[in-house]
């Protein structure tokens, strides 16, 4: 005889996308005098807004501004268990990956955490204010940048010799 119940199945932590999990005799049942056979449940896990994982690690992008990069500072990012900080040193720059170990995903059978990589991407302002122009092309001139009319730097000598090579072999 055929029926449909529900059945309640504890999910272990860390468990992965595609893992299965087998019930013992809460399967269809065998012919007549034989033991029922085993369901599996397979587990499908939904993908996480902010992180992205990987086995029992975790990897997220977080927007850092450029004098967070160019001067060091302390920031906060989200965790699976609230917040933890991380230290930018001064010089910090985009694609920079900083490891939070054991601020990842538990990992199956409570072996462990897995680690939280947090990659930095320096945020460009799009829209400044005249001051903060201002600053910006002072620091430029800091560095030996020229800068024209467009506030484009000047071709370097570098690209100039490229413009040159491009033009001979055309």
Do not use: C, W
């Amino acid at each position: 005889m055929r029926r449909i119940r529900k059945i309640n199945v504890k999910i272990p932590q860390g468990v992965d996308d595609g893992q299965q999990i087998k019930l013992r005799g809460e399967g269809d049942a065998a012919p007549p005098g034989g033991e029922p056979g085993d369901l599996y449940v397979s587990l499908y896990v939904k993908p996480h807004p902010l992180f992205k994982r990987v086995n029992s690690d975790l990897f997220m992008d977080i927007p850092i501004t450029i004098t967070q990069a160019s001067l060091g500072s302390e920031i906060e990012v989200p965790t699976l268990n609230g917040r933890a900080k991380i230290k930018l040193p001064a010089g910090t720059q985009s694609g920079s990956i900083f490891r939070l170990k054991g601020k990842g995903m538990p990992r199956l059978h409570g072996m462990g955490l897995g680690d939280l990589h947090v990659k930095a991407n320096i945020k460009t302002p799009t829209s400044l204010t005249a001051k903060q122009k201002q600053l910006l092309e002072e620091l430029a001139a800091t560095f030996g940048e020229k800068r024209t009319q467009a506030g484009k730097s000047e071709k370097t000598i570098i690209d100039k010799i490229v413009d040159e090579v491009k033009s001979a072999v055309q």
